[in-house]
Structures are given as structure tokens and as C-alpha cells.
């Protein structure tokens, strides 16, 4: 990877010259680290770091705090990275102005670069809003996890025409309301072809086919590491569960049998000062 920073547009430039790109979602430096030394373009810090961190059920009790502080972490471990930021739960719903507010304490205080919307129709007036104050936003349809509670499941989207259509033509609002970038979930390959193939911005597809510019997956779904049944488009290339618990489970082994830690992972006082210590005590004991 270069020593310079990607930025939205080497992504554009990449959509132009047919060139596609990797994207991960992970939450922490330590992991971010490892993400921009692998040659990955994109790391979105998403809220699904509710469920992948705290353990929770669905991407819903993220806050603004949670995020940027995680946001933050991960610019840290990761400079060069072009770097996403997602809008968590009712930090964009309540008001057009506390969603700028809100985007820009990712820009300023996390080095965030884009921030991503969960967005319908009726949030086009808030991609435009943190556009015009100068702010890359990454609209994101299709399925829209934080919307569970209304829709009870989330199921692929695009499955009909008159459904497609709807995805379509609020692509292309999204765009034209200042998205810079559009992330498509669960939608049907078909219908993302479509979009990426008309879209003036790169599109990232997360379970939406080959077809998009760019590609998104979860660390923990690539590595391996993720709980139970793994959404249909998701898929492992590494198992690193297994060895992680043997590694852990070794040192545990090693402390209990007294073979860890060995002397020479050990400090010493140094020469001379054990006797004077031995010298103090003995003094101490006869002022007791």
C-alpha cells in the first residue's frame, strides 16, 4: 500500500478505470492494523459493532459515543485507509441539524472521511444537507438493518420489478442529492448490475453480487470468528477460531503448571541491591 492516504476519489478514479476494491467493516486499531496492512482500500466502522463487540441482537443500541470513539481507534491503526463511519440509530432521524451536527463529530474528532446513511426517500433532504456542509456521505439501501423494529425481518430486496424500479430510481436520487458513494445491501445482483452500471459513484455492494464496484464484508465473517449461521452472501476465508482458543487455552495450561512465566521473562533487582533489601527488612523486623 502507498504512505498516501485513499481518498473518494482514487475510489472514483477506480470505478472509472474498471478497477475494483475491498471493503471491511471492523471496530478496533489492533484489527485495523492488520485490515490496511492486508492492501484493503476501505474499512467501515459499522454499527454492527453492537452486535460484533457488546453482544447485542441487532445494530440498534449503537450510540454516537460508541461510534466515534471506535471510529477514532480504527483511524489510529489505520491512516492511509479511506475510512467510513457509520450513522448510527437516531443520530440522523431527529432533525436535519443534528444529523449534520452528528456527521461532523465523525469528520472532526474520528478522521472519519465518509459518513454512511441508512437511507429511504424521505432522507434525502439529510444526505443533502451533509453534503452541501462539505461532508462525503455514502448513502446505504436495499436492506436497512436499523430498521428491524418496523419490518419485524429484513429479506433481499430488488425481487420484483416494481421493487427493483423503487431501488433504481432512489439510487439515482440519492446521487443526485449529494451521495458520493452508495453501499447496496442484500439486493438482488440484478438490480445492483443496474445501479453500479448507471451510478456516477462507486457503489459497494454487501450481499448484492459481483457486479458493484467494491466489495464489503465483516472481520469477524471474513476470519471465521463470527456466531452461528453466517448471512447467505458472507463467507470465511480464514478459520481462526480454532487456533486462537488452542493459543489461549495453552497459556492458561502454562499458568497453572508454574512453566509461565520462566525467569528470563521476569525483572530483577539489581546487583548488589538484594542484600540491601535483605539488610532493611531484617531492621524492620526488629521495630515491630
Not at 233 to 259: C, H, K, N, W
Request: aromatic fraction near 4%; glycine fraction near 8%; charged fraction near 20%.
Amino acid at each position: 500500500m502507498s504512505d498516501r492516504r485513499i481518498t473518494i476519489s482514487d475510489l472514483l478514479e477506480f470505478k472509472r478505470s474498471g478497477r475494483r476494491f475491498a471493503a471491511v467493516s471492523c471496530y478496533d486499531y489492533t484489527t485495523a492494523r492488520q485490515v490496511a496492512a492486508a492492501g484493503v482500500e476501505m474499512i467501515l466502522v459499522g454499527d454492527s459493532a453492537a452486535q460484533v463487540l457488546l453482544g447485542h441482537d441487532s445494530t440498534l443500541p449503537a450510540t454516537m459515543d460508541l461510534m466515534t470513539t471506535l471510529t477514532a481507534g480504527v483511524r489510529r491503526g489505520a491512516p492511509n485507509v479511506c475510512l467510513v463511519a457509520d450513522m448510527p440509530f437516531l443520530s440522523y432521524q431527529t432533525s436535519i441539524a443534528e444529523a449534520v451536527v452528528n456527521a461532523g463529530r465523525f469528520v472532526r474528532d474520528a478522521g472519519a472521511q465518509v459518513v454512511k446513511i441508512e437511507a429511504t426517500a424521505a432522507h434525502l433532504d439529510v444526505v443533502r444537507a451533509v453534503s452541501d456542509a462539505g461532508m462525503a456521505v455514502m448513502a446505504h439501501i436495499g436492506i436497512r438493518p436499523q430498521s428491524i423494529t418496523r419490518l419485524g425481518r429484513l429479506r433481499a430486496e430488488g425481487t420484483t420489478a416494481d421493487l427493483a424500479w423503487e431501488l433504481v430510481d432512489l439510487a439515482r436520487k440519492m446521487v443526485q442529492a449529494g451521495a458520493s458513494s452508495l453501499l447496496l445491501e442484500g439486493t438482488a445482483r440484478e438490480v445492483s448490475k443496474i445501479v453500479t452500471a448507471e451510478s456516477p459513484v462507486p457503489v459497494i455492494s454487501c450481499g448484492s453480487g459481483p457486479d458493484c464496484d467494491g466489495q464489503i464484508l465483516i472481520i469477524t465473517d471474513i476470519l471465521g470468528l463470527s456466531e452461528g449461521k453466517m448471512p447467505k452472501f458472507a463467507r470465511s476465508f480464514g478459520q481462526l477460531a480454532e487456533p486462537m482458543t488452542a493459543a489461549i487455552a495453552a497459556y492458561a495450561r502454562q499458568v497453572r503448571d508454574g512453566s509461565f512465566p520462566d525467569d528470563g521473562r521476569c525483572y530483577h533487582i539489581r546487583p548488589g541491591e538484594l542484600e540491601k533489601l535483605e539488610a532493611i527488612l531484617k531492621a524492620s523486623q526488629g521495630r515491630v
